[in-house]
């Protein structure tokens, strides 16, 4: 999981109005809407669910420390979303106390290996990269109109890409995998294609790895999800006039002339979508 620095989400909050239209603009969807996409749920549904959850955000110390702000901007986007959601005035083993005597439904906490989201009554745990992933693909799928049928790369084979690639291929799209490690794509693949879709039953097997016979390179997919925390991990060549990207990657692995390139069609952010999507998933 990357690290933040508080230069990354220092203005998160004040700008969320902001984010949201673009948001709008680029899927047409709200960030509460690519949420409960990537969720599987109508925002008929959550909406009412949402309004009595209370989610309590607890500071943690452990590790390299505190991130100034983090907390308090990961309250700020549940509470924008529609949630009553609060810090809690205490850290750590005494903050989740606090959280517990407080009677939240849920909470939201995150150390340097793993930022989780605990829902209380059914003791599911929601981890970011994974519902970060599937955020991502949610808004590239929007973006494209539907990814089913269409090909989309997935750059990055961790946790968050890996996730990313599942929820595409459910979504029927044909996944090319690219990796700098090649036998962690080759892994994806395989654990990918002996999947099941859980509505049909059907087992997946449109996943393939760049390299292999007759798969296309980067510079030939229109739809691209980048998971990877490198800089300038797409070069500026491989994108078009029509090229659509999902990057929840840290630093953007888009560079500024790619960037300029692109705009209207990049979704990109540092905390958004991962903690909209965990916090509809908390339901």
Not at 126 to 149: C, E, H, P, Q, W
Not at 225 to 250: E, K, R, W
Not at 255 to 282: C, F, N, Q, W
Request: hydrophobic residues 45%; proline residues 4%; glycine residues 10%.
């Amino acid at each position: 999981m990357t690290r933040l620095k508080t230069c990354d989400i220092d203005t998160i909050a004040e700008n969320l109005d902001t984010y949201n239209v673009e948001l709008i603009e680029k899927t047409g969807q709200s960030l509460l809407g690519v949420a409960c996409h990537a969720c599987g749920r109508k925002l008929s549904e959550i909406t009412p669910l949402m309004e009595e959850f209370t989610v309590g955000v607890v500071p943690v110390t452990a590790g390299q420390g505190i991130i100034t702000t983090f907390s308090h901007t990961v309250a700020s986007i549940l509470v924008y979303l529609g949630f009553p959601a609060s810090v809690t005035e205490a850290m750590d083993t005494s903050g989740l106390a606090e959280a517990f005597e407080a009677g939240v439904r849920g909470i939201m906490m995150s150390d340097d290996n793993r930022f989780v989201a605990l829902n209380l009554n059914t003791q599911r745990v929601i981890d970011n990269s994974v519902f970060t992933g599937r955020g991502y693909a949610a808004a590239l799928d929007l973006m494209a109109g539907g990814v089913k049928g269409k090909t989309v790369g997935v750059v990055g084979c961790g946790p968050v890409g890996s996730a990313a690639a599942g929820w595409l291929m459910n979504a029927g799209a044909h996944v090319v995998l690219y990796d700098v490690v090649a036998p962690a794509a080759r892994l994806l693949r395989d654990l990918l294609s002996g999947s099941v879709n859980s509505d049909s039953g059907k087992t997946l097997s449109r996943v393939s790895v760049a390299g292999d016979d007759k798969v296309p390179g980067l510079d030939q997919v229109r739809y691209i999800l980048d998971a990877t925390p490198v800089a300038n991990a797409i070069p500026d060549t491989v994108l078009s006039d029509t090229t659509c990207v999902a990057a929840p990657g840290v630093p953007l692995g888009v560079s500024p002339t790619g960037y300029e390139k692109i705009a209207s069609r990049l979704v990109h952010d540092k905390l958004e979508i991962g903690v909209a999507s965990m916090a509809v998933a908390m339901l």
